[in-house]
């Protein structure tokens, strides 16, 4: 039976490429990080991995430098199935890392067991030809390997300022809504406190602003007191 081993941080993953790979034919063994996934291979070696980039302790590129330069393990098929790196350049580095495949997660289950398949058939019919040198040099790896992790930086960069230009427009949105009803609004804690209520509230109940309506409050809550 052909090992796979599969590696990824998120559980979620795991179980899916595990039920995945099990249901046609796979024994699959299975790593959290990179550096758990060397010592699980190089005690008992797999015949394909296919491994995240984005991992804690070891990532993805680490671990792919570290495979292709052990004699055991170099002539292992490697992929990589990632979904947060994923520019050009970032497949650019991994395969001049010396992987096999470069797949953007998410991937139907078809086309994914596909070409993992389609790799392991390759992989059998070049067995005795030897794999070839990484193109990459040690300076050079570790220059292009801190611009993909650069790169990723400004990346979720990006997207926590789009998320919180969301919540600031939604934030907008509602405030008007709320400032403009006619319908009187409030919200308050459980000892009767204003925490926010609208003009329309305050109007209806024969006040001219927030403020002489919180004072009043306050002082019959000082007077139950």
Known sequence: M???????DEEQNISYLETLFKAHGFQVMTARNGAKALE???E???HIIISDILMPVMDGF???????ND??????????YTATYTDPKDEKLAMEMGADLFIIKP???????????????KFKSTITEPTSEIELSEEAFLQEHNEALFRKLEKKIRQLE??????????TKYRSIFDNSISGIYRTTKEGRFLTL??????????????ELRALMMRMQQTHV
């Open 198 to 211: 609208n003009s329309a509230f305050y109007h209806m109940l024969g006040y001219s602003s927030q403020e």
């Open 71 to 80: 004699d055991h393990l170099k002539n292992i098929p490697f992929i990589f």
């Open 44 to 46: 008992d070696p797999p």
């Open 107 to 121: 991937q139907e289950p078809d086309i994914l067991l596909n070409l993992v398949q389609k790799i392991m058939a």
């Open 162 to 171: 789009e998320a919180n230009q969301m919540v600031q427009e939604s934030e």
């Open 62 to 68: 680490m671990l792919c430098k570290e495979w292709k």
């Open 40 to 42: 699980a291979a190089r």
């Open 2 to 8: 052909e090992k796979i081993l599969v590696v990824d």
